[in-house]
């Protein structure tokens, strides 16, 4: 194992757009890969929060993009602060707007930490 894994901890965390936690499991190294983590989530906690129906998680880019789990396209402007180094320029055709949206909308996630 990784010297530098040891001492860093994968957190999985579910969290709603009023930035409340709604399933969290932490203990995995840092090493882990999210989507074994989330596996794992779904196959031993009865209590994770499935997606219903027609309705997605937004997951980041260590996830890979399947039914319930929407991560944003590869290759493509992401994060917010590169868009805002573009100078105010929009999001530029129909992969950049996807992440626009996406980031905008997983910030949500990233406040909710800052708050805990």
């Known amino acids: ?14 969290c709603d757009f009023d930035m ?4 969290v499991v932490a203990g995995w190294p840092g090493c882990a890969h ?7 989530a ?6 994770f929060p499935i997606p219903p129906k027609g309705k ?25 602060p590169e868009f805002r180094l573009r100078r105010h320029r929009p999001p530029e055709g129909k992969y950049e707007l996807f992440n626009f949206s996406h980031s905008s909308l997983r ?6 930490f800052g708050v805990l």
């Open 107 to 112: 910030n949500v996630v990233e406040r909710a």
């Open 34 to 40: 999210d989507t074994r983590v989330l596996n794992h």
């Open 42 to 47: 779904l196959a031993h906690f009865p209590s």
């Open 1 to 14: 194992m990784d010297h530098m894994c040891q001492f860093q901890c994968n957190v999985l965390a579910v």
């Open 56 to 80: 997605y998680y937004l997951v980041d880019s260590g996830y890979p993009n399947r039914t319930g789990y929407l991560a944003p396209f590869k290759g493509s402007t992401y994060h917010l």
């Open 20 to 23: 409340r936690f709604t399933f």
